[in-house]
């Protein structure tokens, strides 16, 4: 049973930094590519930043220059620095991954974590 488990989430100020981080645990054979989405409420999810097995990173347009995202393969974890936070980053955010494990491949969700950004 693969899983995806976040964490990192909280109430930071306008202009502060947060860490998140999921972990995938289970019986991986591989993961190819692990990312972040965000859902505001009353609003779509939207992908947020991706990173392949390889380190290729793709980011939204809204948080280019400040989020970063980074992984570690040999723990199965996925990071997403967030810096210059605004209040409308706002939102749940979701830890998603391609992982190929005995069930074959398809792609995982974490259970969300709530960043919330208000003075």
């Known amino acids: 049973q693969v899983q995806l488990v976040e964490s990192g989430g909280g109430l930071v100020q306008p202009g502060g930094s947060l860490t998140l981080s999921c972990a995938a645990s289970?019986?991986?054979?591989?993961?190819?590519?692990m990312g972040w989405y965000r859902q505001a409420p009353g609003k779509l999810r939207e992908v947020v930043a991706t990173?392949?097995?390889?380190?290729?990173?793709n980011y939204a347009d809204s948080v280019k220059g400040r989020f970063t995202i980074s992984r570690d393969n040999a723990k199965n974890t996925v990071y997403l620095q967030m810096n210059s936070l605004k209040p409308e980053d706002t939102a749940v955010y979701y830890c998603?991954?391609?992982?190929?494990?005995?069930?074959?491949?398809?792609?995982?969700w974490g259970q969300g974590t709530q960043v919330t950004v208000s003075s």
């Open positions: 998603n991954a391609v992982i190929t494990s005995n069930s074959g491949a398809r792609d995982y």
């Open positions: 990173i392949t097995s390889d380190g290729s990173t």
């Open positions: 289970g019986d991986i054979f591989s993961i190819y590519v």
